[in-house]
Structures are given as structure tokens and as C-alpha cells.
DNA sequence: TATAAACTCTATAGCTACTATAGAGTCAAG
DNA sequence: CTTGACTCTATAGTAGCTATAGAGTTTATA
């Protein structure tokens, strides 16, 4: 399979392929004699657990790391399971700043509507640091 | 002022100030003899207001946008409260797609436990692109 | 057989908003 | 006159790609 077919069947684009090979996570396959890319199915494999993974926004090492640990079968899982406890410690943290970012800017949002003019701006005036009115408050 | 006067008192670090001066968000300020940038405390209203909006996570562009607004009084603030609208949106998306995200890491999670070896693990078997429980799946 | 279209290759720039670093110059105090 | 604190410019790095240029390869068609 040249690498046009790799990308269909595994939904990773094929920069990204060539990407993930000179980052590692995929060894480099052999090639035709006019130098294009060859691949059996076993690589289609690897590169959806990539994107599976990817999906979940799991880092590239996050990933690398996981790839290794299947050589490794009898290793005992509970790395896995810290690793997408870890994962889901920062997407709650992130959650967490951006509701307050979404709290932060509907407040702002009230200060104003839209039948003044600038100079008059209640959002702009919020956000001067000369005002009593600072992004935060109520 | 130096600019690490103006760094303290505006809450930018010294290499942001330069940053925002390169991307023309403050003008270049003058200098001493021996090449150092003075500046009024002018700049540290320009450069607090920026920092301002970059804690609501506003882009440099939109917030270039916005100090060139206030040259222009009588602009309708309209402007104003349709970016501050746009950027909730992006925001309130964010939030959707890591709620999504922390779901789908949840019941991934589910799946396995520390007991297991890897060859057992059920997060490596959802993960894992031939397998009947995809990780979106209940 | 010629040629055009479709595909692939490598290498590089770009994205965002900075931070970090190197190497050099400036300035104030002791 | 030297030490230390400060500043300067320029460059690389961050994450995970996407987009592009310019060149070569393969396949289909005329």
C-alpha cells in the first residue's frame, strides 16, 4: 500500500504519517524503487491506535509511551491507568479556567450593549486599567 | 522608565513588551544613549490594558483591533460586543468539545483497572482500532 | 509513444504568543 | 577599575501538525 491508502484507511493525513515517522511512532517503511513510501496493513493498525488516541488528545509522547508498553505485556497496567488519570486531571483543570474565562467574559459582555459609541464603551472601560470596574468584578 | 520598571507595573514580562512592540500592539518608545527604551507611563496603561485582555484570552489581533478602536470615539461600540460575542463563542466551544473529551476519558477509563497486565488491559484493547468497544463507546 | 494528470518525495515556512538562551554592550556602586 | 545588574539583538524552541515549492514517479489516455 502506498501511503495515500494508509491515510483513507486509517484517517491519519499523510503529512501527519510522515510526521509521526520522523517523530518515531512509526518505523520507517520500506520503499518501491522510485522511493515512494510501502506499507503492509499491520501499519494501518498502529496508526488508528495513533489517532484513537489522538482523539483524546493524548500527547505524541503519551502515545510513544503507550506503543512501547505493548511490548512489554506483562507489565502491570496500572501505568495506563495513571496515565489517563494524569490526562484527565488537565482536561479538568482546563474546563475549570475556561469557565471562569466564560464567566470572566459574560460579566464584561454586560457592561455594555450595542447603541453606544465607543468613548462611551462600558466593555472598553472595564478593561482600562484606570477603572474602578476591572474584568473581574461582579 | 526602563522597561523592567515598565514590566513590574504593567504585569508583561520584558520580552512580551518587545513582542507587542515588534507586532506594533505599542509603539517603539525612545531611546537612551546607550540604547535602552524609555518609557512614559503612558505605556503602562497601553501595556495593562493588554495584558488585560490577554487574561480574558483575547488574540493579539483582537486586541490590536480594539486599541485601534479607541482612536476612533465615535464608533459605534457594536464592534466591540459582537468580538466579545465571537470570543464567548470559541470559548463556550472549547468547553463542549473537553466536557466531550472528559466523558470520553471517564468511561476509557472504566474499562480497566490496576490489577491487570498490559496484555489484559482493557484501555490498550479500546484503544486499539480492532476492537468491538471503540472508545466512544458506553 | 508522448504527454498530461495524479501521486509521491524532501525540505522549509508557518501557525500562537511568547520563553529561553547566547553573546555582547551599558550603567551604577564600591 | 572591576563587579554585578541591567539591557540589547538575534535566534531557537514550544506542539502537532498544515501548506507550499520544486522536483521526481507512476498511471492513464490520446
Known amino acids: 500500500m502506498k501511503i495515500s491508502e494508509v491515510s483513507k484507511r486509517?484517517?491519519?493525513?499523510?503529512?501527519?504519517?510522515?510526521?509521526?515517522?520522523?517523530?518515531?511512532?512509526?518505523?520507517?517503511?520500506?520503499?518501491?524503487?522510485?522511493?515512494?513510501?510501502?506499507?503492509?496493513?499491520?501499519?494501518?493498525?498502529?496508526?488508528?491506535?495513533?489517532?484513537?488516541?489522538?482523539?483524546?488528545?493524548?500527547?505524541?509522547?503519551?502515545?510513544?509511551?503507550l506503543l512501547e508498553l505493548q511490548y512489554l505485556p506483562n507489565t502491570p497496567c496500572e501505568v495506563v491507568n495513571v496515565m489517563i488519570d494524569d490526562h484527565l486531571s488537565i482536561v479538568e483543570k482546563r474546563i475549570a479556567d475556561l469557565q471562569k474565562l466564560q464567566s470572566d467574559l459574560r460579566k464584561l459582555r454586560r457592561r455594555c450593549n450595542s447603541t453606544r459609541s465607543i468613548d462611551q464603551c462600558g466593555i472598553l472601560e472595564a478593561l482600562s486599567p484606570d477603572s474602578n470596574h476591572s474584568v473581574s468584578d461582579g
Open 10 to 65: 486509517s484517517g491519519c493525513s499523510i503529512q501527519a504519517i510522515r510526521y509521526y515517522e520522523k517523530e518515531g511512532l512509526v518505523s520507517a517503511p520500506s520503499r518501491t524503487e522510485g522511493n515512494f513510501r510501502l506499507y503492509s496493513s499491520e501499519e494501518i493498525e498502529r496508526l488508528s491506535f495513533i489517532k484513537n488516541c489522538r482523539s483524546l488528545d493524548l500527547s505524541l509522547s503519551e502515545i510513544k509511551h
